[in-house]
């Protein structure tokens, strides 16, 4: 299944790399535009040492302050097994490669568990599809690195669906 998945979002990625929407500037990631978007992570297509599978929910918002950066910001909620649920809080920022519509990511996020709290810088490689001229659908790889242990250090795959305006 996680093959199969991974072939279709690399086929995804060489079929629509020509296949972002210009504007009348040329570009596709302007200053000044805003973003919102929402993506699912986990789903066995994650790995921490710590648990053997996880379900994350997040929510994300951003604004282009100079063409091809970002800087965003994420509230999320995962559940997994053998750990108790955790909802985080983080910023980071982008750079969006204009003419594939690749990203390259960093954030630091805030992690509060029952019990403890973590602090878990992360990066992370993406892709924004454009569905419309405005709606994308974005895969993202990532790797988080916990501060209070390695086991709770991981990388995964998150889907997602982004909106430009």
């Known amino acids: 299944m996680k093959k199969l998945l991974m072939a279709a979002i690399g086929l995804m990625m060489a079929v629509g790399a020509n296949a972002q929407y210009l ?3 040329g570009k596709v990631f302007e200053q000044d535009k805003w973003y ?3 993506s699912l992570s986990g789903l066995d297509l994650s ?5 053997d599978w996880s379900l994350g929910v997040q929510a994300k918002a951003g604004y282009l302050f100079i063409d091809d ?3 965003t910001g994420v509230l999320g909620y995962e559940n997994a097994t053998n750990a108790s649920s955790s909802v985080k809080l983080g910023a980071g920022l982008r750079y969006y490669f204009e003419n594939c519509g690749i990203y390259l990511g960093a954030s630091g996020n805030y992690y509060h568990f029952v019990g403890y709290d973590d602090f878990r810088p992360e990066v992370n ?3 924004a599809y ?3 001229g405005k709606l994308t659908i ?3 790889l990532y790797y988080e690195h916990s501060t209070k242990c390695n086991d709770y250090s991981g990388f995964g795959l998150r889907l997602g669906l982004g909106l430009y305006f």
Do not use: K, Q, R
Not at 47 to 51: G, K, L
């Open 36 to 38: 919102v978007g929402a």
């Open 138 to 140: 974005e895969p993202e």
């Open 47 to 51: 790995w921490h040492e710590s648990t």
């Open 69 to 71: 950066w970002m800087i």
């Open 125 to 127: 490689v993406g892709y």
């Open 130 to 132: 454009f569905l419309t």
């Open 23 to 25: 504007n009348d500037s």
